[in-house]
């Protein structure tokens, strides 16, 4: 079946724009679209740096069927590869585990250094023969998907069409360069994972606004009120949210959480959350910084991985420590609040005449954003596939 949506009323300005089609929430063939043009064609999260901390550990990672592979090289560095032998497409690592020699394949044994580069070939040219003058190793090394490693988040490009990341995100790069100086993950109570029965853009929708505060979030409304909130909207590869009053969490004593070193004022009571498209959502404050990548399990399920950051690592002392897991609970808290109303707007869409929705002009910039540049990426990769001559109204 093919579903060609109608995405002309999201490009209408806010005050009379429609919300994307239902059938971007609920109908399969919209979303396996969305997978190519959206998801694959763009640098999207996979990961975290931190689940491959030292020299030769690797995690398999399922990125909506895509079978990828983080390592980190010798050098320090985190690569991806598409998890697949070279030789007849077997899986080759199914847990995280640590490399000690090379990453081989449980099938026939061919061995991959940490850089992807094919080792050795056992019997391929017959019983103790370990070479084969047809077969050039040096071309059948592992499959190398583009990535780049920003706020610990491992991102790819599946499709290896974009411009380098830094390029594609120049400005928020630019935006956040006070917090380019070490983060350090703050231990395991500070990683947590939802799964939630929704649409993956649902969960971009509802982080990118400020709008739902004073009903969803009731206690964080009162200190950071919905009138304490500005709009982010940077019209291109970003949207969000900016709160003014930011307050540090406190022990009873007193004591905070270490500031990032050299903040501008700006940030003693400024913090900024944003949607970096298609599916990572950040926050920074001056005290700890944090990410969370939307996994797309299928059409009505994601799973929302959260990792926080901090400018000292854990362990510098018990007091921070306390502070860190307190200040967990109460983030895990909030993006626990979200789910209902994720889970109830993709239960909404399956009301067969709800016409995408409307957009309020004074509170609702941000998710207008998102919108168009989902609607933006599809009818480019519609163009791209030949599937709707240019010019015409998609």
């Known amino acids: 079946m093919n579903v060609m949506t109608q995405l002309g009323g999201v490009h209408t300005d806010i005050a009379r724009a429609q919300g994307l089609p239902n059938a971007h929430y609920v109908d399969q063939t919209v979303f396996e679209e969305e997978k190519r043009s959206v ?12 689940d491959v901390p030292e020299v030769g550990d690797a995690k398999p990672v399922d990125f909506l069927g895509m079978p990828l592979l983080l390592v980190r090289d010798r050098s320090g560095v985190v690569n991806v590869f598409q998890n697949t032998c070279r030789h007849r497409g077997m899986i080759l690592v ?12 449980p099938y026939h044994s061919w061995c991959y250094g940490l850089d992807g580069a094919l080792r050795t ?5 017959g019983p103790g023969q370990n070479t084969h003058d047809e077969i050039d190793a040096s071309e059948l090394g592992l499959v190398k998907v583009p990535s780049h490693v920003w706020r610990d988040v491992v991102f790819v490009n599946i499709n290896g069409n974009m411009p380098p990341f830094e390029e594609v995100h120049a400005d928020l790069l630019q935006r956040w360069s006070d917090f380019d100086q070490p ?21 971009v929708e509802n982080y990118c606004e400020s709008y739902h505060l004073p009903w969803v979030h009731p206690a964080l409304n009162t200190y950071s009120r919905l ?31 270490p500031d990032f070193e050299g903040l501008p004022e700006y940030w003693n009571e400024g913090a900024e959350y944003v949607s970096l498209f298609p599916n990572v959502l950040l926050g920074v404050q001056r005290d700890h910084v944090f990410a969370l990548v939307l996994q797309p399990l299928s059409l009505e399920k994601t799973v929302e991985h959260v990792e926080l950051y901090y ?3 854990p362990g510098e002392s018990d007091e921070q420590d306390a ?9 895990k808290v909030v993006f626990e609040e979200d789910i209902f109303v994720v889970e109830g707007m993709q239960r909404g869409r399956h009301g067969q005449l709800f016409d995408g929705g409307r957009f309020s002009p004074a509170m609702d910039g941000p998710t207008h954003i998102f919108h168009k540049w989902i609607a933006n ?17 998609a």
Do not use: M
Not at 183 to 203: D, I, P, R
Not at 229 to 251: C, K, M, P
């Open 39 to 50: 998801l694959f064609g763009n640098w999207a999260g996979v990961g975290f740096g931190k």
């Open 94 to 105: 199914d847990q995280p585990t640590k490399i000690r020699g090379a990453i081989r394949c």
């Open 121 to 125: 070939t056992p019997h391929i040219g």
């Open 183 to 203: 983060q350090y993950h703050g231990g395991e109570g500070s990683s947590f994972k939802l799964e939630v029965n929704t649409n993956w853009k649902l969960a």
């Open 227 to 257: 009138e304490d909130h500005r709009n982010i909207e940077h019209r291109a590869e970003y949207s969000g949210q900016i709160t003014l009053v930011y307050r540090q969490l406190e022990d009873e004593n007193g004591a905070k959480l």
């Open 311 to 313: 400018a000292e690592k």
């Open 323 to 331: 502070l860190r897991t307190e200040n967990a609970k109460r983030w």
């Open 377 to 393: 990426q599809v009818q480019a990769g519609r163009l791209a596939e030949g599937r709707v001559p240019e010019g015409s109204a």
